[in-house]
Protein backbone atom coordinates (compact mmCIF):
# COMPACT_ATOMS: atom_id res chain seq x y z
CA UNK A 1 0.00 0.00 0.00
CA UNK A 2 1.33 3.43 -1.05
CA UNK A 3 1.41 5.67 2.27
CA UNK A 4 0.68 9.23 1.21
CA UNK A 5 2.64 11.71 4.29
CA UNK A 6 1.41 15.37 3.95
CA UNK A 7 2.85 18.14 5.96
CA UNK A 8 2.25 20.54 8.12
CA UNK A 9 -0.52 18.72 9.98
CA UNK A 10 -1.76 22.50 10.30
CA UNK A 11 -1.24 25.45 8.60
CA UNK A 12 -1.99 29.01 10.56
CA UNK A 13 -2.09 31.82 8.39
CA UNK A 14 -3.74 35.24 7.11
CA UNK A 15 -6.10 36.41 4.42
CA UNK A 16 -3.64 37.30 1.46
CA UNK A 17 -0.73 35.04 2.42
CA UNK A 18 0.75 32.05 0.39
CA UNK A 19 0.09 28.60 1.63
CA UNK A 20 2.54 25.94 0.81
CA UNK A 21 1.59 22.23 1.16
CA UNK A 22 3.23 19.37 1.12
CA UNK A 23 2.68 15.66 0.20
CA UNK A 24 5.12 12.83 0.04
CA UNK A 25 4.63 9.42 -1.23
CA UNK A 26 6.52 6.38 0.36
CA UNK A 27 6.89 5.13 -2.99
CA UNK A 28 6.83 6.88 -6.82
CA UNK A 29 3.32 7.62 -7.89
CA UNK A 30 4.53 9.10 -11.40
CA UNK A 31 2.06 12.24 -11.41
CA UNK A 32 -1.12 10.14 -10.62
CA UNK A 33 -1.81 12.44 -7.57
CA UNK A 34 -4.93 14.83 -6.52
CA UNK A 35 -5.53 17.56 -3.99
CA UNK A 36 -9.20 17.62 -2.43
CA UNK A 37 -10.43 20.47 -0.27
CA UNK A 38 -13.02 19.51 2.61
CA UNK A 39 -14.78 22.13 4.76
CA UNK A 40 -16.40 21.17 8.08
CA UNK A 41 -19.54 19.31 7.40
CA UNK A 42 -19.14 19.44 3.53
CA UNK A 43 -17.93 16.44 1.19
CA UNK A 44 -14.15 16.98 -0.41
CA UNK A 45 -13.99 18.94 -3.32
CA UNK A 46 -11.61 18.02 -6.43
CA UNK A 47 -8.73 20.79 -6.38
CA UNK A 48 -5.94 19.57 -8.56
CA UNK A 49 -5.69 16.03 -10.89
CA UNK A 50 -2.24 14.55 -12.31
CA UNK A 51 -0.38 16.74 -9.37
CA UNK A 52 -0.67 19.92 -12.14
CA UNK A 53 -4.12 19.86 -13.65
CA UNK A 54 -7.06 22.35 -12.07
CA UNK A 55 -10.59 20.77 -11.68
CA UNK A 56 -13.07 22.64 -13.54
CA UNK A 57 -14.47 25.49 -11.84
CA UNK A 58 -11.21 25.90 -9.74
CA UNK A 59 -9.58 29.07 -8.93
CA UNK A 60 -6.19 30.08 -10.54
CA UNK A 61 -5.05 30.77 -7.24
CA UNK A 62 -4.58 26.93 -6.80
CA UNK A 63 -1.89 25.23 -8.46
CA UNK A 64 0.35 21.87 -7.98
CA UNK A 65 3.53 20.52 -8.84
CA UNK A 66 5.87 17.62 -8.33
CA UNK A 67 6.30 14.14 -9.45
CA UNK A 68 7.56 10.85 -8.38
CA UNK A 69 7.32 11.17 -4.68
CA UNK A 70 7.12 14.96 -3.89
CA UNK A 71 4.19 17.07 -4.38
CA UNK A 72 2.74 20.47 -3.53
CA UNK A 73 -0.37 22.48 -3.82
CA UNK A 74 0.17 26.11 -3.27
CA UNK A 75 -2.92 28.66 -3.13
CA UNK A 76 -0.85 31.51 -4.18
CA UNK A 77 -3.18 33.82 -1.76
CA UNK A 78 -5.47 33.29 0.75
CA UNK A 79 -9.02 33.75 0.45
CA UNK A 80 -11.32 34.10 3.59
CA UNK A 81 -12.81 30.59 1.32
CA UNK A 82 -9.89 29.04 1.77
CA UNK A 83 -9.31 27.59 5.05
CA UNK A 84 -10.59 24.19 5.33
CA UNK A 85 -8.85 20.45 5.36
CA UNK A 86 -6.86 19.75 2.38
CA UNK A 87 -5.87 15.89 1.24
CA UNK A 88 -3.58 14.55 -1.35
CA UNK A 89 -4.69 11.22 -3.27
CA UNK A 90 -2.80 9.05 -5.21
CA UNK A 91 -4.06 6.40 -7.90
CA UNK A 92 -1.19 4.81 -9.22
CA UNK A 93 -1.88 1.40 -7.10
CA UNK A 94 -5.35 1.55 -6.32
CA UNK A 95 -6.41 4.66 -4.45
CA UNK A 96 -5.34 6.42 -0.25
CA UNK A 97 -5.39 9.42 1.07
CA UNK A 98 -3.01 11.35 3.05
CA UNK A 99 -3.97 12.27 6.51
CA UNK A 100 -4.99 16.08 5.97
CA UNK A 101 -3.61 19.45 6.49
CA UNK A 102 -5.99 22.09 8.00
CA UNK A 103 -5.46 25.64 7.07
CA UNK A 104 -6.34 27.80 9.55
CA UNK A 105 -6.90 31.57 10.13
CA UNK A 106 -3.75 33.32 12.21
CA UNK B 1 -26.17 17.85 -13.78
CA UNK B 2 -24.70 14.95 -12.03
CA UNK B 3 -25.72 13.98 -7.84
CA UNK B 4 -25.20 11.28 -5.63
CA UNK B 5 -26.64 10.67 -2.66
CA UNK B 6 -25.86 7.92 -0.09
CA UNK B 7 -28.43 5.95 2.01
CA UNK B 8 -28.82 3.05 4.47
CA UNK B 9 -28.98 2.77 8.13
CA UNK B 10 -28.03 5.07 10.41
CA UNK B 11 -26.82 3.07 13.38
CA UNK B 12 -26.13 -0.87 13.01
CA UNK B 13 -24.91 -3.16 15.75
CA UNK B 14 -21.35 -4.97 16.34
CA UNK B 15 -21.34 -7.76 13.96
CA UNK B 16 -23.80 -7.10 11.62
CA UNK B 17 -23.59 -6.46 8.10
CA UNK B 18 -24.16 -2.45 6.81
CA UNK B 19 -25.79 -2.13 3.64
CA UNK B 20 -25.55 1.42 1.53
CA UNK B 21 -27.06 2.46 -1.46
CA UNK B 22 -25.72 5.14 -3.83
CA UNK B 23 -28.52 6.39 -6.15
CA UNK B 24 -27.06 8.73 -8.54
CA UNK B 25 -28.12 11.08 -11.95
CA UNK B 26 -26.66 13.04 -14.54
CA UNK B 27 -23.99 10.17 -15.75
CA UNK B 28 -24.36 6.53 -16.43
CA UNK B 29 -22.17 3.64 -15.46
CA UNK B 30 -22.84 1.74 -18.62
CA UNK B 31 -20.79 4.76 -19.97
CA UNK B 32 -16.88 3.60 -21.01
CA UNK B 33 -14.09 4.74 -18.07
CA UNK B 34 -16.79 5.76 -15.81
CA UNK B 35 -17.06 4.44 -12.54
CA UNK B 36 -18.06 4.84 -8.62
CA UNK B 37 -16.23 4.45 -5.63
CA UNK B 38 -16.99 3.87 -1.84
CA UNK B 39 -15.00 6.28 0.09
CA UNK B 40 -15.60 6.65 4.44
CA UNK B 41 -14.27 9.22 6.92
CA UNK B 42 -14.39 8.53 10.93
CA UNK B 43 -15.53 11.47 12.88
CA UNK B 44 -12.20 13.80 12.91
CA UNK B 45 -10.14 11.74 10.86
CA UNK B 46 -8.98 11.19 7.51
CA UNK B 47 -10.51 10.11 4.31
CA UNK B 48 -10.27 6.58 3.56
CA UNK B 49 -11.12 4.54 0.02
CA UNK B 50 -13.28 1.55 0.02
CA UNK B 51 -14.44 0.25 -3.01
CA UNK B 52 -14.85 1.10 -6.72
CA UNK B 53 -16.57 -0.67 -9.30
CA UNK B 54 -16.02 0.64 -12.78
CA UNK B 55 -18.47 0.86 -15.98
CA UNK B 56 -17.30 -2.69 -17.06
CA UNK B 57 -18.15 -4.69 -13.79
CA UNK B 58 -14.41 -4.60 -12.26
CA UNK B 59 -14.63 -4.30 -8.88
CA UNK B 60 -11.37 -3.32 -6.71
CA UNK B 61 -10.99 -3.09 -2.83
CA UNK B 62 -9.35 -1.93 -0.02
CA UNK B 63 -6.62 -4.52 0.97
CA UNK B 64 -7.27 -3.99 4.72
CA UNK B 65 -10.87 -4.24 4.01
CA UNK B 66 -11.13 -6.75 1.11
CA UNK B 67 -12.54 -9.69 2.92
CA UNK B 68 -15.54 -8.01 4.48
CA UNK B 69 -16.43 -5.87 1.32
CA UNK B 70 -18.65 -6.17 -1.77
CA UNK B 71 -19.53 -3.32 -4.38
CA UNK B 72 -22.40 -4.00 -6.66
CA UNK B 73 -24.28 -2.30 -9.49
CA UNK B 74 -27.69 -1.66 -10.83
CA UNK B 75 -26.58 -0.31 -14.25
CA UNK B 76 -31.17 0.25 -14.66
CA UNK B 77 -31.37 1.81 -11.14
CA UNK B 78 -28.62 3.98 -11.87
CA UNK B 79 -27.45 2.52 -8.25
CA UNK B 80 -24.12 0.94 -6.63
CA UNK B 81 -24.67 -1.26 -3.42
CA UNK B 82 -22.00 -1.54 -0.91
CA UNK B 83 -21.73 -4.04 1.97
CA UNK B 84 -19.38 -4.08 4.98
CA UNK B 85 -19.89 -7.62 6.95
CA UNK B 86 -18.76 -7.52 10.84
CA UNK B 87 -19.14 -4.24 11.38
CA UNK B 88 -17.44 -2.84 14.62
CA UNK B 89 -17.40 0.39 16.36
CA UNK B 90 -13.98 1.56 14.71
CA UNK B 91 -16.43 1.31 11.84
CA UNK B 92 -18.31 4.28 12.61
CA UNK B 93 -17.87 7.09 9.92
CA UNK B 94 -19.71 9.27 7.19
CA UNK B 95 -19.68 7.20 4.13
CA UNK B 96 -19.25 8.68 0.90
CA UNK B 97 -19.75 7.79 -2.73
CA UNK B 98 -18.72 9.49 -5.40
CA UNK B 99 -18.27 9.24 -9.43
CA UNK B 100 -14.92 8.56 -10.83
CA UNK B 101 -14.05 9.12 -14.55
CA UNK B 102 -10.53 8.71 -16.16
CA UNK B 103 -7.63 9.32 -15.02
CA UNK B 104 -10.19 8.10 -12.25
CA UNK B 105 -10.07 10.29 -9.20
CA UNK B 106 -13.29 11.44 -7.29
CA UNK B 107 -14.60 14.40 -9.43
CA UNK B 108 -18.74 14.54 -7.33
CA UNK B 109 -19.31 13.33 -4.39
CA UNK B 110 -22.43 12.84 -2.68
CA UNK B 111 -22.97 14.10 0.68
CA UNK B 112 -22.52 11.54 2.47
CA UNK B 113 -24.09 9.45 5.19
CA UNK B 114 -23.35 8.86 9.05
CA UNK B 115 -22.99 5.27 10.20
CA UNK B 116 -22.92 4.39 13.90
CA UNK B 117 -21.77 1.29 15.30
CA UNK B 118 -22.89 0.64 18.42
CA UNK B 119 -24.77 -2.07 20.76
Known amino acids: EIVLTQSPATLSLSPGERATLSCRAS??????LAWYQQKPGQAPRLLIY???NRATGIPARFSGSGSGTAFTLTISSLEPEDFAVYYCQQRSNLWTFGQGTKVEIK | QITLKESGPTLVKPTQTLTLTCTFS??????????VAWIRQPPGKALEWLALIFWDDDKRYSPSLKSRLTITKDTSKNQVVLTMTNMDPVDTATYYC???????????WGQGTLVTVSS
Open chain 1, 27 to 32: QSVSSY
Open chain 2, 26 to 35: GFSLSTTAVG
Open chain 1, 50 to 52: DAS
Open chain 2, 98 to 108: ARSLWPYYFDF
